[in-house]
């Protein structure tokens, strides 16, 4: 079918005008281009002479897929509709692509066009407008941001799901009156609401008018100001259950901005460490009573290290040497008499074979005085080599003096003439021995039963005795003082010194009578009164004493024991003696405890055993006891005396302290761990929406999760240290070459202080690489901490007698002399003002100090006040196995 199209002026317009248009004769199903404008063409990369004559869907070359083929069949129907309908047929958004530059491929596009009919004088359409609009650029506009939408649309949904899932309580305050805009399961529980009761309200509303009004202070500055509030540990009050209840938070308030940048609420993120520092509480407290008893009992502390001979001590420890400060080990044995040398000197040298270390010594304080110490500890071993020994050191002085006094006692007890005899309690003598019947003139046991006490007084005494004495013998369990007597033979008038005691039945605790003890005063008045001041003053030490106090006879059979050791145990003292002491211990120690006892008695060494015993509380207590041989002057053992120390506190101190520390770690590193992955994709998607002031706090909180992460890294090395579960892995490596890699590391992360280092050559070390450069890591960034006015840090290695000595100066606040004994100690950080500015938990140095122990090597510090510090250690080339 042959169409010819009107000659018109209308050419010139068609071809150069701006819209896209092709001439599309009405011959179905050919549907052939009879012509097409220059916009056209140029729009979709053909040329007219391949259009013009040649059927509509066969004419262009394209690339057939499904959205194409379905554009093709919607083309076809709308010209089919026109034809049928004689109205224009509109067609929107349809694909159809153009070939590529080059004719390489093909190029999306999408189009609108209009197919509008014309028709000739019979009224039938003769041909089509195609009219065609290129909507590439808007459709891709649409695509895209239905793709950002969708995308938004996803982030808002896993940041939301991140919100509702996180372990930190996290909740979104807007506007004035802080209407709740999200809270997360974890706040709401901690505030003792449901979401959905808060979501929408005011916060104040639904906590209620008595919440903590600090509260609301706080929210409206960091939303005037926006200033963030950073609180750790604080107390605040919360309504839970109908009651209010202090908890524990730490929290963070950062003002919440709109997109327009203004402040239009407030973000809270808070963890309630309630738990965590009750637990700290109660291990100060426990600590501090463990400190405090102690001091009580006058016990000095110290830690030797034997590979070093350094040795650390207590306050307590300098004191009972007659210093106010802790000094070095050689200025302490200066102090020693040089008599007590050589017995101290052997004392060592048997420890490291027995384990155990004891002996008595006198020092000469600086003012000239003598004064008497026990010196005891305990071996500790690694790899069958003895590293430390750990001990406490006792001024006994006045134990000296006291068993001296003692001594007399028992040897004025057995040759004096004393009268001794027992009182029943309706005054009739039912005993009386031979000192007394001498005294009295009583020829035999049968007249001494037949006295009464009224016999032996004056008039005046005799009230004094009913009035007075017996009455507070009776109240208070004892008497003691002057009177007279008389003899009953002559009625001499005899002045004594009468010490009575009420006598209790041990099993009913009913009074039986009373004992007396008379020693004629008529020619040693001072004397008597001396001795019984001296005996009086012995029972209430070993009395008062907060130690059992024991002693044994040369069989190893209990002949006395103090009253702490019966309160502690609930037994009396008969129950006691011999070996009936045993029967306090735990079944299950007894077998150890008799036999390192027996031990000890056959081979006349010091004996020391830890062990459980029955409490009379209803509970196990530990004990660690301990005892000493005695001697007569020819050399003949008289059997132990020794002494025994409840350490049940200690003992649950020390597992409370592991069991938290090591707990804390690994409960804390899991949640740590997902926090930084949280931070980490949070500040991704922060910075994909362009919000880079917000990506970078996020990073910010990413750099202090980090630091959060090391620290927890250091307690969980504190747990292996204490639980020997720290391991090594022991390889050749080249030292220098270690200490430059972690100087190059470092030296990124300063842009102040430089890294200076000089290395001398050393050689090849076998140890754990690993653990020395933490160490070495550990030395380098405290150096660069703690001296924020240096611009300079100088790192030195040398190598010296089979050891290679590394150094790390810094010219920074330094440390007093009186903390550098202790900078290495578990926890312990330098006391001041400028010291407590910088962060840490105080354990870098003690991680530091036991991995290089371990390496078999040793660890000091020098330094001066507001000059800088240097740490060094030595390590041997091959780690001690």
């Known amino acids: ?38 916009a056209y063409l140029q729009a979709t990369k053909t040329r007219r002479e391949d ?186 009050p919360f309504g839970t259950h109908g009651h209010m209840e202090a908890r524990h938070l730490d929290f963070r308030y950062e003002p919440f901005r709109a997109e327009d940048g203004r402040i239009a609420g407030v973000l809270a993120i808070a963890t309630e460490v309630t738990e965590r520092v009750k637990a700290k509480a109660m291990i100060e407290e426990a600590e501090e009573r463990a400190r405090l008893a102690v001091e009580a009992v006058g016990l000095g502390t110290f830690d030797l290290d034997l590979q070093t001979d350094d040795m650390i001590t207590s306050t307590n420890f300098a004191n009972i040497f007659g210093l106010k400060q ?143 004495v017996i009455p507070t013998v009776i109240q208070t369990g004892e008497w003691a003082g002057t009177m007279n007597i008389r003899q009953l033979h002559s009625d001499e008038i005899i002045p004594v010194f009468n010490s009575m005691i009420r006598i209790d039945d041990p099993n009913t605790g009913e009074v039986i009578g009373i004992g007396s003890v008379m020693r004629d005063m008529r020619s040693e008045v001072a004397s008597k009164a001396a001795l019984q001041k001296s005996e009086s003053l012995l029972k209430n030490i070993t009395t008062a004493a907060p130690t059992g106090l024991w002693q044994s006879d040369i069989h190893g059979a209990i002949t006395y024991i103090n009253e702490t050791w019966i309160k502690w145990t609930g037994i009396p003292c008969e129950g006691q003696l011999g070996y009936g002491w045993l029967n306090s211990i735990v079944a299950e120690d007894q077998d150890q405890v008799r036999r390192k006892f027996t031990d000890a008695m056959l081979n006349r060494t010091l004996y020391e055993a830890e062990f459980r015993f029955n409490h009379v509380d209803g509970k196990i207590h530990w004990c660690v006891a301990d005892g000493r041989p005695q001697y007569l002057p020819d050399g003949s053992c008289t059997g132990y005396i020794g002494a025994c120390v409840d350490i049940t506190e200690q003992k649950a101190l020390q597992q409370q302290k592991d069991n938290f520390i090591g707990i804390a770690s690994h409960e804390l590193k899991t949640p740590v761990t997902s926090l930084k992955a949280y931070a980490q994709v949070l500040e991704k998607m922060l910075e994909r929406k362009g919000d880079m002031h917000e990506a970078a706090m996020m990073g910010k909180m990413h750099a202090q999760l980090n630091r959060l992460a090391n620290l927890i890294g250091d307690l969980l090395d504190v747990t292996k240290i204490t639980t020997g579960r720290l391991q090594f892995n022991h390889q050749e490596f080249d030292f220098n070459a270690l200490v430059l890699d972690l100087v190059e590391d470092l030296q990124r992360t300063t842009e102040k202080h430089r890294l200076i280092h000089e290395l001398q050559p050393v050689a090849r070390v076998y ?31 040398s190598m010296e007698n089979e050891e290679v000595h590394l150094c790390v100066q810094d010219f920074g606040i330094g440390i007093a002399s009186e903390d550098l004994n202790k900078v290495f100690e578990q926890f312990y950080r330098v006391t001041g003002t400028v010291q407590h500015t910088f962060p840490g938990l105080g354990l870098g140095l003690y991680i530091s100090a036991e991995i290089i122990r371990r390496e078999g090597g040793r660890i000091w510090v020098t330094s001066e006040e507001n000059k800088g510090s240097t740490f060094c250690f030595a390590i041997p080339l091959k780690a001690k196995q």
Do not use: C
């Not at 209308?10 to 220059?38: C, H, M, Q, W």
């Not at 754990?768 to 380098?780: F, P």
């Open 1 to 38: 079918m042959s169409i010819a199209i009107p000659s018109i002026d209308y050419k010139d317009i068609f071809y150069n005008g701006p819209g896209l248009r092709l001439i599309i004769a009405s011959n179905a199903p050919e549907f052939t281009i009879l012509d097409v404008n220059d």
């Open 51 to 236: 259009l013009v004559g040649s059927p509509l869907f066969s004419a262009f070359n394209i690339r057939t897929t499904e959205e194409v083929a379905k554009s093709k069949e919607q083309m076809e129907h709308l010209l089919y509709e026109a034809m049928r309908t004689g109205e224009p047929q509109p067609m929107t958004e349809y694909r159809f692509d153009i070939p590529g530059e080059n004719s390489t491929g093909f190029e999306a596009r999408y189009w609108t066009a209009n197919n509008i009919p014309v028709k000739g004088p019979d009224g039938k359409v003769q041909f089509f407008i195609h009219s065609v609009t290129d909507i590439t650029e808007l459709q891709q506009l649409k695509i895209r941001e239905q793709a950002n939408s969708e995308a938004l649309k996803r982030q808002r949904e896993q940041l939301y799901s991140i919100f509702m899932q996180a372990p930190l309580a996290i909740g979104i305050f807007m506007g004035a009156h802080y209407m709740v805009d999200l809270i997360n399961p974890p706040l709401s529980e901690l505030y003792g609401k449901d979401m959905e009761e808060m979501l929408g309200k005011p916060l104040f509303q639904v906590l209620g008018a008595e919440h903590d009004p600090e509260f609301r202070a706080i929210l409206d500055q960091v939303r005037t100001t926006g200033i963030p509030y950073q609180g750790d540990g604080l107390k605040v």
């Open 326 to 468: 802790p000094v070095s080990r050689a200025e302490y044995i200066r102090i020693i008499h040089p008599d007590d040398r050589p017995r101290r000197e052997q004392a060592h040298r048997d420890a490291l074979k027995t384990g155990h270390l004891m002996y008595e010594a006198r020092m000469i304080w600086p003012d000239g005085s003598i004064h008497w110490a026990r010196t005891e500890g305990k071996v500790y071993y690694k790899d069958g080599s003895a590293k430390r020994i750990l001990g406490t050191i006792l001024d006994i002085t006045e134990q000296k003096r006291l068993r001296t006094q003692q001594h007399k006692l028992i040897t004025l007890v057995t040759n004096s003439v004393d009268m001794m005899f027992i009182v029943k309690l309706d005054g009739g003598i039912s005993y009386l021995n031979q000192a007394g019947k001498t005294l009295l003139g009583v020829q035999d046991d049968l007249d001494a039963s037949s006295i009464h006490i009224s016999q032996l007084h004056t008039v005046e005494d005799l009230q004094r005795v009913n009035e007075s």
């Open 767 to 797: 140890g754990d690489k690993e653990r020395i450069g933490q160490v070495i890591v550990n030395l380098i960034t405290n150096a660069i901490k703690y001296s924020p006015q240096a611009n300079e840090v100088r790192i030195y290695a």
